[in-house]
């Protein structure tokens, strides 16, 4: 069964501070992941997106990687700012012709002063 | 590049009324268009999948007759909750996929927020 799995649920940082976000997917045939923002009441912006052959890229503060050999992606903010409180969400789709996405349940990040 | 505006934001109807959405792709044809329903702190779940032209890909649970799609064109797709009911209040958000796919080829809209009373 095609699923992806994020940790944490939810995390509380200090502004100024680091973090990073974990994702793990079962997603079989793998085209390409994504990593979304999304905003409380907002629809999901798109932070980064890796296809199979890509194992990093940046957006900003925002730098994901993925290892397609072990079905794992993580999501590093780096000096992390208030703006940045949100849900991320982790999405995969799959080489077939539905052109579903997949969502993780996302971790909700929250930034304080 | 790839807008997706999607309106209304905000809809407050009453409990049997009916609800239009419209989700309109403003600088690139979408071949196809997702809706999807967002619960608090969960994460979207898909209802339908449409095709410009074609009847819409309903998942599993999901009641076609009540919650209507049309995708009349390649820039407009449009969800329509039919006599809606306290239990249908939730966040449902479109997503377009421009045509001839691609790793770039999903854009999400704003949102909808739906309150029957």
């Known amino acids: 069964k095609n699923q992806v799995e994020q940790s944490p649920q939810s995390l509380i940082i200090l502004e100024g501070k680091n973090c990073t976000l974990q994702?793990?997917?079962?997603?079989?045939?793998?085209?390409?992941l994504r990593w979304y923002k999304q905003d409380t009441g907002r629809g999901p912006v798109s932070l980064t997106i890796m296809t199979f052959s890509e194992n990093t890229k940046s957006n900003g503060r925002y730098t994901a990687t993925l290892d397609a050999d072990t079905k794992q992606s993580s999501l590093h903010i780096t000096a992390s700012q208030l703006s940045d409180s949100a849900s991320y969400i982790c999405v995969v789709s799959a080489t077939d012709s539905s052109y579903k996405l997949i969502f993780g349940s996302g971790t909700r990040l929250l930034v304080r002063p | 590049g790839a807008v997706v505006s999607q309106h209304p934001s905000r809809v407050i109807c009453k409990s049997g009324t009916s609800v239009k959405i419209e989700c309109r792709s403003l600088?690139?044809?979408?071949?196809?268009m997702f809706w999807y329903r967002q619960f608090p702190k969960k994460s979207l779940m898909l209802m339908a999948t449409s095709n410009e032209g074609s009847k819409a890909t309903y998942e599993q649970g999901v009641e076609k007759d009540k919650f209507l799609i049309n995708h009349a064109s390649l820039t407009l797709s449009t969800l329509t909750v039919t006599s809606a009911h306290p239990e249908d209040s939730s966040f449902y958000i479109c997503s377009a996929r421009k045509g001839g796919g691609g790793v770039y080829g999903y854009t999400f809209g704003s949102g909808t927020r739906l309150t029957v009373v």
């Open positions: 600088d690139f044809q979408a071949t196809t």
């Open positions: 994702c793990n997917y079962t997603v079989s045939p793998f085209s390409n």
